[in-house]
Nanobody, 126 residues
């Protein structure tokens, strides 16, 4: 398993932007698929975005398409989730997750990932 740490969560107002970071130390992200998930209070964890290990193919949940961008910098052992035009429905704990995979695709299914960070809280409120 790959130890992961998220950061960047904050309280923001509707319409604002925020970028979350996911980092690992002592390991190489090159062969890992990265996913971002969120969990709102009282709700199940849902996939937001993912990025393949090579080639950078991405996938987004319909609720964030056009607003969120996932990226990775393998050299830095980091992945990012840039979020724009945030709304209250985006509120929740955000987690990054990883799984080994050298293909050109990724999945938003949480059970497909075997390493998780502790999460970072995002609150969108006026």
């Amino acid at each position: 398993q790959l130890p992961l740490w998220e950061s960047g969560g904050a309280l923001v107002q509707p319409g604002e932007s925020l970028t979350l970071s996911c980092a690992t130390f002592g390991s190489n992200l090159d062969d890992y698929i990265i996913g971002w998930f969120r969990q709102a209070p009282g709700q199940e964890r849902e996939g937001v975005a993912c990025i393949a290990s090579r080639g950078g193919a991405t996938r987004y949940d319909d609720s964030v398409k056009g607003r969120f961008t996932i990226s990775r910098v393998n050299l830095m052992n980091a992945a990012y989730l840039e979020m724009t035009d945030l709304n209250p429905e985006d509120t929740g704990d955000y987690f990054c997750a990883s799984r080994v995979g050298q293909g050109a695709t990724c999945t938003l299914t949480a059970t497909s990932y075997d390493s998780w960070g502790q999460g970072t809280q995002v609150t969108v409120s006026s």
